[in-house]
């Protein structure tokens, strides 16, 4: 079973940036795209890109403009760049590869931004 391992997180000021790294152990079979989530107490699990195998990035409204995936597929890697970080954004933050016949998740890890 390939495993997604999620780097980056850290403490951050408002304003700030951070950039989160995806590593995925190996190829990962009936790939369809990869995904970044976050997940908060108080708003559940969000989505805030997916990257689709043809390199087409989506965002969820509430998410462009700020945050931008990008992958390396040769090294098995995708990323998350956030750019003026804001509170509401503290999360933890999880990668995963949306696959066929079962998606696989990260162990996810912390963002917060601080006011």
């Known amino acids: 079973q390939v495993q997604l391992v999620e780097s980056g997180g850290g403490l951050v000021q408002a304003g700030e940036s951070l950039r989160l790294s995806c590593a995925a152990s190996?190829?990962?079979?009936?790939?369809?795209?990869m995904r970044w989530f976050r997940q908060t107490p108080g708003h559940g699990r969000e989505l805030v890109a997916r990257?689709?195998?043809?390199?087409?990035?989506y965002y969820p409204w509430s998410m462009k403009g700020r945050f931008t995936i990008s992958g390396d597929t040769a090294a098995n890697m995708v990323y998350l760049q956030m750019n003026d970080l804001k509170p509401e954004d503290t999360a933890v933050y999880f990668c995963?590869?949306?696959?066929?016949?079962?998606?696989?998740w990260g162990q996810g890890t912390q963002v917060t931004v601080s006011s």
């Open positions: 995963t590869a949306e696959r066929v016949p079962r998606d696989i």
């Open positions: 990257l689709s195998t043809d390199n087409v990035a």
């Open positions: 190996g190829k990962i079979d009936g790939l369809r795209a």
